[in-house]
């Protein structure tokens, strides 16, 4: 089955990430991550936005080389945004506060 990027009419936000990669999310998904998975992030969409355009650390995750996890400090926390890219785009699978940074290939840091 091939994945697809959202449909357009649908977009909440689209960001330039720091990989040159086009990164964006719809306005349903988002709702999603913010009231089932991580309410801790909602309201956070400009911290989310600035993690994937000037992050602090992205890395690659071990279990799918499409994904990856960009990492911006928020207070003592970090925030990490997972992203899955695409050709010269990709899509937010989700976005939650952590206190470490997890494993994974680091691709780039700041």
């Not at 009419?9 to 306005?27: A, H, M, P, Y």
Request: hydrophobic share 30%; aromatic share 10%; charged share 35%.
């Amino acid at each position: 089955m091939k994945e697809e990027l959202p449909r357009k009419e649908e977009i909440k936000f689209v960001v330039n990430g720091q990989l040159d990669k086009s990164i964006r999310t719809t306005k349903d998904y988002w709702d999603k991550i913010v009231e089932n998975k991580h309410p801790t992030i909602k309201g956070k969409e400009s911290e989310v936005k600035k993690a994937i355009k000037a992050p602090e650390q992205i890395r690659k995750s071990k279990s799918d080389p499409n994904v990856y996890l960009y990492y911006r400090a928020l207070g003592k926390h970090f925030l990490c945004v997972v992203a899955k890219h695409l050709n010269d785009e990709g899509f937010i699978v989700t976005s939650y506060i952590t206190d470490i940074i997890k494993e994974g290939e680091k691709i780039w840091e700041k």
